[in-house]
């Protein structure tokens, strides 16, 4: 539900809260396939919001915190930052946030899948855009050509109140196999009518659909935002009162929104990788068949002999006039009565080390022969092993089965030849890593050992360092984010919580700082270590790992 009308419609409404007061502090694309618009709240706070395109498992999120541009950053929309925010609403009729900006000028948050686009709207006309401005800029920007026409939310709550109407709307919308479509049901996505057939079953009275209806209008009026996973292991969202598997309740839509993104951005990454490894599999496998089909050990066989039987024809021959310096012609001394064969030979060399170079070649070819057999016997014990990691591969349905895959099967993997999941690839292999999003990455040490790898071997400088305070735990590394973004802080510190002696507590404290103020001291064992400074936040453990 995460792009669903009435998860934006109550992120609008959090938004609001949030943001009027404030002011646009900066626009602009960072990572491949978003869009990072930054404010300054009323109380001075950072905030992000995030558009993802191009993905279908992510719309729309919120970060604490500053994030500036970097140098190879776009701007974007230069001509609304420091324009104070009047307010942030949720268009009536489709997925549009509307950003009131000073001046009455507005700024557009387009989610629909499909055209995903930020856009400034001056006088009703659209003035500057982040995507195919060309395109846009001068047209004029409508919600919606009939504005007389009742919205999403007055539409479904007309329905709820009127039982006739709601049954004339669904038998205009009823195909001749007795599916209801989307368009019944203003704002009800395929997922949503899925939810309401579930709630009805198949056979069901006009009634009970009804009255599921407006049980499920109310749930999305009132949300109870939670997120959990399928049995896959995939993350879902979700603001309906049934709860998901591994459910977790949030306080609100923008936190479970954004607790949502950071599991499938990892989910994603994970299978990404498990995309990448299949593809690399099979990339082996057509080499290996392509190299057995080719192997040919009767054609060497044959040129060996020829070389074998040249030699001797010139050794046979030592008594002849040679004519011309780079062939003679010689009889056929083992087949009587068959033609002369002209042989070729070196024009430096003497007849006799030409035949000494024949019966080189023929050792060598032999030798050849005897080197391809072995390796026709590794390459079919490679082919048994990839179709076997293949088809296991195959078989996986979550990311941490995929995992415990490549960790299982590291050397199989290393002996196809694999270079991408060899143990000395460097030291990111050593430890966990949780992707809390495009740009930042979590690394979490596994033991005391490990912990003193990460934090003195692999972390840098101004990597940003986590452990749980007053407890024993792993030692975990952030990088790709800066002390001001709180919102990936406090992410990988739920984490630092979860990898620590008190990850069944219901709050724990863990304390971070940049790396270069984590130091070692010759009386603490490893894994120990001192700050010359900390911050410390308070946050709930992580209930999953990815």
Same mark, same amino acid.
């Given at each position: 539900m995460h792009r669903n009308y009435f998860t934006l419609y109550h992120?609008?409404?959090?938004?609001?809260v949030r943001l009027a007061g404030g002011f646009v502090f900066e626009i602009h694309s960072q990572q491949k396939n978003e869009l990072i618009l930054g404010f300054v709240t009323a109380s001075g706070e950072? $905030?992000?919001?995030?558009?993802?395109?191009?993905?279908?498992?992510?719309? /729309?999120?919120?970060?604490e915190g500053m994030c500036r541009r970097k140098r190879q950053s776009a701007?974007?929309?230069?001509?609304?930052?420091?324009?104070?925010?009047?307010?942030?609403?949720?268009?009536?009729?489709?997925?549009?946030?509307?950003?009131?900006? +000073?001046?009455?000028?507005?700024?557009?948050?387009?989610?629909?899948?499909?055209?995903?686009?930020?856009f400034f709207v001056k006088d009703g006309v659209i003035a500057d855009a982040c995507i195919s401005a060309n395109t846009l800029i001068g047209k004029p920007y409508h919600e919606r050509t009939d504005c007389s026409a009742p919205g999403i939310v007055r539409e479904l709550e007309l329905l709820t109140q009127d039982k006739k109407r709601f049954s004339t709307r669904i038998m205009c919308a009823e195909r001749t196999d007795g599916e209801t479509t989307s368009i019944s049901l203003p704002g009800f996505d395929r997922g949503m009518l899925r939810t309401l057939a579930e709630r009805t079953g198949e056979q069901c009275s006009p009634d009970d659909l009804f009255e599921a209806f407006s049980d499920m209008f109310y749930e999305l009026l009132d949300p109870q935002p939670q997120t959990g996973r399928t049995p896959e292991g995939k993350p879902l969202f979700s603001i309906l009162h049934n709860p998901l598997m591994e459910s977790f309740d949030c306080s609100s839509v923008l936190d479970g929104l954004n607790r949502y993104s950071t599991a499938m951005w990892s989910w994603l990454h994970t299978s990404e990788g498990q995309g990448e490894l299949e593809t690399k599999l099979?990339?082996?496998?057509?080499? @290996?068949?392509?190299?057995?089909?080719?192997?040919?050990?009767?054609?060497?066989?044959?040129?060996?002999?020829?070389?074998?039987?040249?030699?001797?024809? /010139?050794?046979?021959? *030592?008594?002849?006039?040679? @004519?011309?310096?780079?062939?003679?012609?010689?009889?056929?001394?083992?087949?009587?009565?068959?033609?002369?064969?002209?042989?070729?030979?070196?024009?430096? /060399?003497?007849?006799s080390e030409n035949a000494a170079d024949y019966f080189r070649k023929a050792a060598k070819t032999r030798g050849k022969c005897t080197a391809m057999a072995q390796r026709k016997v590794e390459l079919e014990a490679r082919?048994? $092993?990839?179709? +076997?990691?293949?088809?296991? *591969?195959?078989?996986?349905? +979550?990311?941490?089965?995929v995992k415990r895959f490549i960790e299982t099967h590291r050397a199989e993997l290393q002996k196809t030849g694999l270079a991408s999941v060899k143990a000395s690839t460097g030291h990111a292999d050593r430890f966990r890593i949780v992707k809390l999003s495009p740009s930042a990455t979590l690394y979490i040490g596994k033991n005391a050992k490990n912990n003193e790898q990460l934090t003195f071997a692999f972390a840098k400088p101004n990597d940003i360092w986590l452990h749980a305070r007053g407890c024993s735990g792993s030692h975990c590394v952030l990088r790709g984010?800066?002390?001001?973004?709180?919102?990936? @802080?406090?992410?990988?510190?739920?984490?630092?919580?979860?990898?620590?002696?008190?990850?069944? +507590?219901?709050?724990?404290?863990?304390?971070?700082?940049?790396?270069?103020?984590?130091?070692?001291?010759?009386? $603490?064992?490893?894994?120990q270590v001192k700050l010359d400074r900390e911050e410390v936040i308070l946050v709930s453990p992580a209930k999953h790992d990815t």
């Open positions: 992120a609008a409404m959090e938004l609001n950072h $905030l992000q919001v995030v558009m993802v395109l191009r993905v279908p498992e992510l719309c /729309l999120f919120t970060r701007s974007l929309l230069q001509c609304i930052c420091e324009r104070e925010v009047t307010g942030v609403a949720m268009s009536p009729y489709d997925r549009e946030i509307v950003i009131g900006l +000073s001046g009455g000028d507005e700024l557009v948050l387009r989610l629909f899948s499909a055209s995903i686009n930020a099979r990339q082996q496998l057509r080499k @290996i068949e392509k190299e057995l089909q080719d192997y040919d050990p009767g054609m060497l066989a044959e040129k060996a002999d020829e070389y074998e039987t040249y030699g001797h024809l /010139l050794m046979g021959a *030592l008594y002849l006039d040679r @004519i011309e310096p780079e062939r003679i012609t010689v009889p056929d001394i083992f087949n009587p009565g068959a033609p002369d064969i002209a042989i070729r030979l070196k024009p430096e /060399l003497p007849v082919k048994i $092993l990839l179709d +076997s990691l293949l088809t296991e *591969l195959a078989s996986l349905v +979550s990311p941490k089965a984010v800066s002390l001001q973004q709180k919102e990936e @802080i406090r992410k990988a510190a739920e984490y630092a919580a979860r990898h620590s002696a008190a990850k069944h +507590s219901e709050l724990v404290p863990v304390m971070y700082t940049l790396k270069k103020h984590v130091r070692r001291s010759k009386h $603490l064992p490893p894994g």
